[in-house]
Each structure stands twice: as C-alpha cells, then as structure tokens.
C-alpha cells in the first residue's frame, strides 16, 4: 500500500469512530465511503484562509449562508482550504471586507456588491438594482447573460475574483410607522435604505438615512427613523421590527432579487491548482442555490407567523407611489451609467437583459402564478 493510502485509511476509520459509525460497515473503496469527510492528504499543503463578512456571526440566512459556505470549501477539498469565518468586526468591520480581502488580509468575503458604491458605481448592479431582475433572472444574467464577465472584469481592477453565493429573493418594501397613502405620504420621511434604493427614495421626497441592520429596532422604535426596509419576513421577525412599525409594504421594489457575493483575494485563486479552484467555484455555486431556498421556505413560514401571531398587516404600495419610484429610478439609474463608463457598460447589459426576460415572464411565470389559484 502506498504511504497515501494508509494515512487515508487511517483518517477514514478516526473520522467513522469519531461520528460514531461503524468504519468497517462499507467497503473503503464504496461511493459513500469515499464520501466521507478526510483530512488533508500528507503530501498536498493545508491553506488555512480567513473569511471575512458583512454579516454578524451566525446571523440567520446571510451570517449562517458565509457559514454554510466555508464549511462547504473545507469538506469539498478534504481540508485541503481550511476556511475559518469572521463575523462583522471580528477581524474587520463590514464595510471594510472589500478593502481587506482586496489587500489579502483575507483570502475571502462574503458580502453585497451595492455596499462598494464608494469603489465603483457599477458594482450595485451585481446585487440590486431596483426595478431590476429577481432572483431567478439575477442568476440568469450572471450565469448565462455575460453578468459574471462584466463583475470579473470589473473586480479585476481591485485585485478580487468575484462569484454569487446567495440571494435572499424578493425583499419587502419595508416597515413603516404610518400609513402610505400617496406620494405625498413620503414627504420628509425619514427611512433606512441603502444603496440605489436610497437614492431613488431621495428623490421622491423621502430622506434616506444608511445604519447597520443591528440598529434598526432602536432608531425604529426611538423615532430616529420612521422607516425601514431590511430583508423580509424571515429576518425581520428576528429582528421585532413588528414591534416598532405597525405595517409593512410590498413589493420590494428596491431589491427584487439581490444577489450575495463571495470575493476571493485574486492571487489567492489563481495560486489554486484546477480541482481546488472547481471546489471553490462549485461551492459558491452551491451556496446561492441554497440560501435562495432557504430564504423562500423560512420567508413563507414567518409571513404566517407574523399575520397569524403579531397580527401584522401587509400592504400593498399605492400605484401612484410605485410609479413615481419607478421614475425617479430611470433618473438615478440614466445618471449612474452618465457619470461612470464601466457603469453604462453594465446598465446596457442589465437593460438588455430586463426587456426580453420581462416579455418571457409575461408568458410564463407571472400568468402561472396569477392563475394557479388555491388548492381545496
Ligand atoms: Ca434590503
């Protein structure tokens, strides 16, 4: 037996003990043996990267999706990349992953594109743009639309290599104090959105103010803000936000379908033999799947909870509401790609991409999901 296989062997039978399984109850040469968590190979180096993320350790859906990810990286690769995640501020604070994962301090981030405005106004539409694609057509675009090619070349630039690793599906348009009855409603309204979404808000009346989500149940319920969007039903029951505002609107507009990234230190990658960097690349794949069916079947359950348990009302925006963001969004968006060339680039590829994906729809999901009706 050669050296390699002994040490396999051995690290097979410890880690069947060490779960309490039978070693010997399969053949060593069966697929679900070979399945089994195996510590790195003596003759191949252990990488021992830092994840770095925007999220708070653990937090529900986002923290835990970094989690899933970096556990997903170390068992595909035996151990080979032993990834260890940091929550926001452990290592660096949020808003800094771009910076450290860009100078190396961590070989990897898991964030959202629309948080580096700051870096390049083109980097929002790799997350969110409002008005713009949902979920599945986020994926659309980036895998099969020329999306990814325009985010790598992109991300080139600030030495980073970029790929989707989560959506959170439709968000809601948020949690207000008081009624939204017209346009007029949103006169001086004081409200936490970020990114585009802000700058649309802006520009119908409203004030947009940015503060990390750990914050947003005390300036709610202090009346720092009388508004906020966060996610959806999911995270912002955890959060109470059905606690301080007593309705929450939809559709969310601002974030029809953003798309979460994991960005990898670039010369970190590119030293990756092949398999590792198929281990990394179908990890993120992995991880934006799952996140997205997570967030569907967890956002189902506590939009229940909430109109069932906290008698929650959901309301519609009013018409006259949706089309003067919709309006204010053409301004904001034909501005952002006037001022910013690479961000034209990737406006004409989203808009392209929007008006044939919108003319599908019309024929295929959005009549399926108006005609489906209730089951008896
Ligand atoms: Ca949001």
New binding site residues.
């Given amino acids: 037996m050669k050296r390699r296989d002994v040490l396999k062997g051995a690290g097979l039978a410890a880690a069947g003990s060490s779960l309490g399984l039978a070693a010997c109850s399969q053949p060593a040469d069966s697929p679900s043996a070979q399945a089994r968590i195996e510590p790195a190979r003596a003759d191949q180096p252990v990488l021992n990267w830092k994840m770095v993320t925007a999220w708070p350790s653990g937090f529900p859906g986002l923290g835990s999706g970094a989690t899933e990810l970096a556990a997903l990286i170390t068992r595909a690769s035996g151990g080979r990349i032993n990834v260890r995640v940091y929550g926001a501020g452990e290592l660096v604070p949020a808003f800094e992953v771009f910076d450290a994962v860009s100078r190396g301090t961590a070989e990897l981030g898991h964030c959202a594109a629309y948080y580096w405005s700051g870096k390049s106004a083109a980097a929002p539409f790799f997350c969110?743009v409002p008005f713009g694609l949902s979920a599945m057509e986020m994926n659309a675009w980036l895998y099969y639309g020329g999306g990814l090619e325009l985010w790598r070349e992109l991300y080139a630039g600030f030495n980073l290599v970029p790929f989707p690793a989560g959506n959170?599906g439709a968000?809601m348009a948020?949690w207000f104090k008081r009624e939204i009855n017209s346009v007029a409603d949103l006169a001086g309204l004081k409200m936490r959105?970020?990114g585009l979404?802000g700058e649309v808000m802006g520009r119908v009346g409203a004030t947009p103010v940015n503060m990390p989500g750990g914050e947003l149940f005390s300036a709610l319920q202090s009346g720092a803000i009388d508004a906020t969007?966060?996610?959806g039903p999911y995270n912002d029951l955890a959060f109470g936000l059905h606690r301080v505002a007593k309705y929450c609107y939809y559709p969310?507009w601002?974030?029809p379908g953003?798309t979460l990234e994991c960005m990898l230190h670039k010369p970190a990658f590119e030293a990756l033999p092949d398999d590792l960097k198929a281990v990394v690349e179908a990890s993120c794949r992995a991880v934006n799947d799952s996140m997205l069916a997570e967030y569907t079947s967890r956002n189902r359950a506590a939009f229940e909870t909430l109109q069932r348990e906290h008698g929650v009302e959901f309301r519609p925006l009013p018409n006259d509401v949706l089309q003067a963001l919709r309006a204010a969004t053409e301004e904001v968006l034909a501005e952002t790609a006037a001022r910013d060339p690479f961000a034209a680039k990737v406006y004409a590829s989203v808009r392209g991409f929007r008006a044939n994906a919108r003319r599908w729809s019309e024929v295929s999901e959005q009549p399926y999901l108006q005609t489906r009706g209730e089951w008896a």
């Fill in positions: 969110a959170t968000q948020g959105i970020p979404g969007e966060w996610v969310g601002q974030e953003p």
